[in-house]
């Protein structure tokens, strides 16, 4: 009995800490909150923003509840195993493997600790240096993150897309929805580096070529980071399409700037200007988050904006095709030679060594 005790101690004392690193009591507040906000008289008023709130709150449930009962699993078992009858000592080993295992399955969210994890995604791809092959190169990599999230199964929204001059994508926005997504792509924020065979000159010529991945966390509840309207500068124009024809016949495309950083957020398509809108400020308050992270700052004020120079010169990852295919991460070292396979979506190798050697830190 003794040496089960002992083990059901060291279980009580792991939970604990797992549910310290998981920050669990203020996830369940906001859970707390989310409930009683939706049993308020006019909570369905506005439809749009009921349905986010009830998202938002059944994704905490899931995430939070299973720890919640493991954690009153564990007590319970203590206290029986304190009552030292042997007659019992069967009961609780069998129930002690079995909370065992249930443990080790939610181990697996300590490595999506980080405050906005279990958020969905806005992930942005932009064509930088290199032309022609840069927006194919965005193009490219559009295609690389939706055969991921397709083989895992995620929910995938186009907000933005800019064609390419003569070939690919100038620009592209998505929204991706699943669990713990935020968590598992972040670590693809940054510079993404091509270098192949052009094949879009004559002479074949070797060319490097460079794509910008953002990805935020989606906060669309505007309680979650409160920007002062003063600090905004909304212009409203007419939405255009590829090649300049008319979209639509009213001033529906919107853009929203924040003035003290300088980010600004267009969003132009068939949906109606207040729709374009909370679209638009939805993105931009992802977008200070991050920057906030980035800047490891508490405060909007102290904000300063995205160093886009530095940005270009960081590349995180590089796809080399030509003369040899390898990928190769700069920040964690893991690299293939299986470059195809990487590019039709097999970034999970990637993925998991980067939550493995940064579990710990903080965003």
Known sequence: MQELQKNISELAAAIGRALGVLKIEPLERELDELRAQSTEADFWADSSSAQD????????????????????????????????????????????????GCFDQLKEQLKFSGQYDDYDVILSIRAGAGGTDAQDWAQMLLRMYVRWAEKNKLDIETIEQSAGDEAGLKSVTIELSGEFIYGKLKGEHGVHRLVRLSPFNSDNLRQTSFAKVDVLPKIDRPDALAIDEKDLKVDVYRAGGHGGQSVNTTDSAVRVTHLPTGIAVAIQNERSQLQNKETALTILRSRLIQLQME???????????????AEWGN?????????????????????????????????????????????????
Request: proline share 4%; net charge negative.
């Open 53 to 100: 709130v009830m998202k938002r709150q059944a994704k905490l449930a899931a995430r939070v509840e299973p720890w919640l009962e493991v954690q009153k699993s564990v007590e319970e078992l203590t206290e029986l195993a304190a009552m030292n009858d042997d007659s019992l000592q069967k009961d609780l080993e069998q129930q002690y493997a079995e909370l065992a």
């Open 295 to 309: 800047q490891h700052s508490e405060s909007l004020k102290e904000l300063k904006g995205p160093n886009q120079s």
């Open 315 to 363: 590349q995180i990852r590089s796809y080399v095709l030509h003369p040899y295919t390898m990928v190769k991460d700069l920040r964690t070292r893991h690299e293939t030679s299986d470059a195809a396979s990487v590019l039709d979506g097999d970034l999970d190798p990637f993925i998991t060594t980067y939550l493995e050697q940064t579990l710990g830190k903080t965003d």
